[in-house]
């Protein structure tokens, strides 16, 4: 009997198919329209690039994966597409989605393959850090460049959730503009939700990835010594030496360290969240930002060149800028907001009227759908 085809296929890289088979009540943001479609009453079902493949050729792919990595400073995960049922599942889907640009890349082969002999799969890439490069070489930019527009020819669908980075692509891309889309990123307002308005607690800091300006928080937290902070990361060994004022938590969404409601009760009993970003053009600090927004829980964050949205978020409005990262410039921007309780509510109403109108899951899974829905 011939296998049925799955109207949408979500590719994750992890982290997924264990929070869903266990049933807890869990933001649904990082799913990235799963939820929104499944509940539309479509087939849809979740690959995970994790699993055994036969030994040898994991071996063999892994080894040339190293190489190549080295050489190019480009992300691939050969051996993915080859773990146990992933392959079948992807086959059989109408209309594949992939939630980063590394996966994308990485079923270059598969997708080619798709559109030379078969040509009735829609495939859809979240294009996440697709210009965050490790290289300054003009050359291996080149390249990198040449993967992307070969990315590009043949999916369907290249979905940006950063504005600034939609807009440098469709400058790089012109010959493809059609299939690049801005998809604003939303979180879930259901869950992170809470009626607490008025906060007397510590300074929050959450996150891991590589444009947090670690350095710069250490600074800060040594220099303020007179508040008190907590700092939610895998990235903290080696800081924050000796120092009374801050309280240290491992966490990782990925691999589940410290879970979705203990973050939660953090965001509630904190004064502010802030989060100190190195410039780049890809977004960072999304997800964190919009959380504790929805949360009442009013963000300072430094304001790069990749921010994901200048025309809805205002400075003093509904979120609090920083120009640079400089121990002086956050302070004064600190103690305004737990001083001046104007602009500390003022910001709070706000933020949490943008998320429920504008950045949540509802609308992001709306948005998703005009773009993927056949």
Do not use: C
Not at 27 to 39: A, D, L
Not at 76 to 93: A, E, H
Not at 230 to 248: A, P, Q, W
Not at 320 to 334: D, G, L, P
């Amino acid at each position: 009997m011939k296998n049925k085809n799955i109207d949408y296929v979500f590719v994750y890289f992890n982290a997924r198919k264990k929070r869903i088979n266990e049933g807890k009540d869990s933001p649904e943001e990082f799913f990235y329209g799963y939820q929104y479609i499944k509940n539309k009453g479509y087939e849809v079902a979740i690959v995970e690039f994790g699993g055994k493949v036969n030994p040898v050729i994991n071996l063999l792919l892994n080894n040339f994966q190293k190489i190549f990595i080295k050489i190019f400073k480009f992300q691939y995960d050969f051996s993915g597409i080859l773990y146990k049922d992933s392959l079948k599942t992807i086959k059989l889907s109408k209309n594949l989605i992939l939630t980063n640009t590394r996966i994308g890349h990485s079923l270059i082969p598969y997708i080619i393959y798709n559109k030379l002999f078969k040509k009735d799969t829609e495939f859809s890439v979240f294009a996440m850090g697709m210009f965050n490069s490790s290289s300054n070489n003009k050359i291996i930019l080149r390249i990198h460049k040449y993967l992307h527009s070969m990315l590009l020819y043949f999916i369907d669908n290249l979905i940006f959730i950063g504005q600034k980075e939609y807009k440098y692509a469709l400058e790089i891309f012109k010959n493809q503009k059609s299939k690049i889309k801005f998809l604003p990123f939303g979180i879930d307002n259901n869950f992170w939700n809470t009626k607490d308005e008025k906060k007397d607690g510590p300074i929050l800091f959450i996150g891991n990835d590589s444009n947090r300006d670690f350095d710069f928080l250490e600074k800060l937290v040594n220099q303020l010594s007179n508040k008190k902070f907590i700092v939610v990361s895998e990235h903290t060994d080696g800081r924050f030496k000796n120092l009374e004022n801050v309280e240290i938590l491992k966490g990782s969404w990925n691999k589940n360290i410290l879970d979705d409601e203990s973050i939660k009760n953090l965001y509630s009993q904190s004064k502010l969240t802030i989060i100190p970003l190195k410039n780049s053009l890809q977004p960072s600090g999304q997800s964190v930002a919009l959380q504790s927004m929805s949360m009442n829980t009013p963000v300072i964050i430094t304001q790069t060149d990749g921010f994901w949205d200048v025309e809805n978020f205002k400075h003093k409005e509904n979120i609090y800028f920083i120009e640079k990262n400089k121990v002086s410039e956050w302070k004064i921007a600190i103690e305004e907001l737990e001083n001046d309780e104007k602009i500390y509510q003022k910001i709070q109403i706000n933020a949490k009227s943008l998320i429920d109108q504008k950045f949540n899951t509802l609308e992001f899974g709306k948005n998703l759908f005009n773009i993927v829905g056949k």
